[in-house]
């Protein structure tokens, strides 16, 4: 919005600054961050009154869950209304990729907040039928498939780019939009999946989501793609300013997620965020980057596949519990340890990912 503060510039004011990305980026963030730190404390407390006994604890999760007990949970809303309002007022309105990210984020909240308000209206950790949850998910990941395809050049449409491999272009043809639904609903579960410990989740998802913005800054400039040899996806750079409004968003989140969490994103943050990377990856045609830049999730929701899968064959089990962070957590890592170490790694991960935009 604040974007067309540019039509009273005569090129060399204050107003030009409002035509560069980085500069209104920096504001989403900043904006996102403050949001966060204004309304945190008032959501908190009403999510404490509604929701009383908060979110439900598995009774067969790890027994140091159950003193987290009354904590309150849709904590998610503050991160996605932080994103939302720093998108809607630092980025440009004509530009169909911010709508797909806001298009696919907002859809996914609302799954999650209606799981969550399930969960806690009945008290049991049951929430929406999964069923449900998915064919939803799949709706809305075709839509945004398909949406991403219009807009993507002629040359790229259908196709699946191969990282590190030069100009190599795979062409899937009309399976790039199943393809494309298993990105973003696969993101969407695994991010899912990771929030289990607190702050655990949501610093991969920035650290996840920095990285794709500055990949999604650099292919939508010429001039980056042409040194980088990446393919020119045109408009994608105003998607650096939603990554930037998910990163203070998610700051402000954190300062009341850190141990011991005073309130749980939930799924409503969880599917949302994790929606988002997807919509950002296939919109920026780095769908299998993803897979490294987002590694943890991937391994988080690979543990319980492994786990379903070969219990169901053998009636025995390969991890103590899945997802994998609460195995460490039954040999006995403490939860901070657990955290602190899987940041470590997404951000070994994301340095990789980006690592694949000039080895080629």
Known sequence: ????????????????????????????????????????????????????????????????????????????????????TATLLWARLDNPFVWLVLFVTTS?????????????????????????????????????????????????????????????????????????????????????????????????????ASTLGVIAYAVGRVDFTEYLDVHYVPGTGEILIFSSALFGGGLGFLWYNAPPAAVFMGDTGSLALGGALGAIAVATKHELVLAIVGGLFVVEALSVIIQVLYFKKTGKRVFLMAPIHHHYEKKGWAEPTIVIRFWIISLILAMIGLATLKVR
């Open 108 to 208: 996914f909240a609302a799954i999650g907040f209606a799981d969550d308000y399930a969960k806690v209206s009945k008290q049991n950790t049951s929430g929406v039928p999964g069923k449900l949850r998915l064919l939803l998910g799949i709706l809305i990941a075709v839509i945004a498939s398909c949406w991403a395809a219009q807009y993507h050049p002629a040359n790229l449409q259908g196709q699946l780019a191969l990282p590190v491999f030069k100009d190599t272009l795979i062409n899937l043809g009309w399976f790039y939009v199943p393809f494309g639904v298993i990105v973003i609903v696969g993101a969407a579960n695994a991010v899912n999946l990771t929030d289990g410990l607190d702050g655990l989740a949501i610093m991969p998802v920035m650290i996840a």
């Open 1 to 84: 919005m604040l974007y067309w503060l540019t039509a009273l510039s005569d090129g060399g004011d204050f107003f030009n600054l409002f035509r560069y990305i980085t500069f209104r980026a920096g504001g989403a963030f900043l904006t996102a961050l403050i949001f966060g730190f204004l309304f945190g404390k008032p959501l908190i407390a009403v999510l404490r009154r509604r929701q009383g006994k908060g979110q439900p604890i598995r009774d067969d999760g790890p027994e140091g869950h159950f003193v987290k007990a009354g904590t309150p949970t849709m904590g998610g809303l503050l991160i996605v209304g932080a994103l939302i």
